[in-house]
């Protein structure tokens, strides 16, 4: 089955970069489908960042484009975010994500989501 | 600040329904896809219909979908208190180019 899992620092210094990997088990990236990151703030809603196509077409939240990031690695079966000039703004439960977003607009495997802090 | 505005809440008893509603613009929720997702307290969401009401693999058919012009619901039929958990909705913007997700209501079960 496909399973995804983010990894990366949990505490981040602010106006540092923010980079979390997630490693794709059970499928290859390379095979299809977008790949991408879906932030949630403690106690509030769920916020799209980004996602990127396994041959390098993207989209990103245009409130976050300009500090955000998204590459594959397929011979790793990986892809990785990268989020600039980070404050307290930017803590969340990070999470993730599989799906067919601009055409069917859905994201139907998620990894378990990671807490990133930003703190000095 | 979201572009899709769902209810804060809804509850009813166990055995009864509820339903959910998205709101959304032509740019967004009529003229594309909605999904709709499921989140228990400490877990990652989880995809609950897609496409057309199609229904990921394990999740029942008490959980089923429909649109009109720019708004969904998702309806759920036969409350259980496993049922208790936040529910999101989401739909790309052709206008933004991004995907965006509603904000969020939570279900409690009397």
């Known amino acids: 089955q496909v399973q995804l899992q983010e990894s990366g620092p949990g505490l981040v210094k602010p106006s540092e970069t923010l980079s979390l990997t997630c490693t794709v088990s059970?499928?290859?990236?390379?095979?299809?489908?977008?790949w991408g990151w879906i932030r949630q703030t403690p106690g509030k809603g769920l916020e799209w960042i980004g996602s990127?196509?396994?041959?390098?077409?993207?989209y990103y939240n245009p409130t976050l484009k300009s500090r955000v990031s998204i590459s594959v690695d397929t011979d790793k079966n990986q892809f990785s975010l990268k989020l600039k000039s980070v404050t307290a703004a930017d803590t969340a439960v990070y999470f993730c994500?599989?799906?067919?977003?601009?055409?069917?607009?859905?994201?139907?495997?998620w990894g378990p989501g990671t807490l990133v802090t930003v703190s000095s | 600040q979201s572009v899709l505005t769902q209810p804060p809440s809804v509850s009813a008893a166990p055995g009864q329904k509820v339903t959910i509603s998205c709101s959304g613009s032509s740019s967004n929720i009529g003229n594309n896809y909605v999904s709709w997702f499921q989140q228990l307290p400490g877990t990652a969401p989880k995809l609950l219909i897609y496409?057309?009401?199609k229904r990921p693999s394990g999740i029942p058919d008490r959980f089923s979908d429909s649109k009109s012009g720019t708004s969904a619901t998702l309806g759920i039929t036969g409350l259980q208190t496993g049922d208790e958990a936040d529910y999101y909705c989401g739909t790309w913007d052709s206008s933004l180019s991004a995907f965006v997700f509603g904000t969020g209501t939570k279900v409690t079960v009397l």
């Open positions: 990127m196509y396994h041959s390098g077409s993207s």
């Open positions: 496409d057309n009401g």
């Open positions: 994500a599989r799906g067919n977003v601009v055409a069917k607009a859905y994201c139907d495997y």
């Open positions: 059970g499928y290859s990236i390379s095979s299809g489908y977008y």
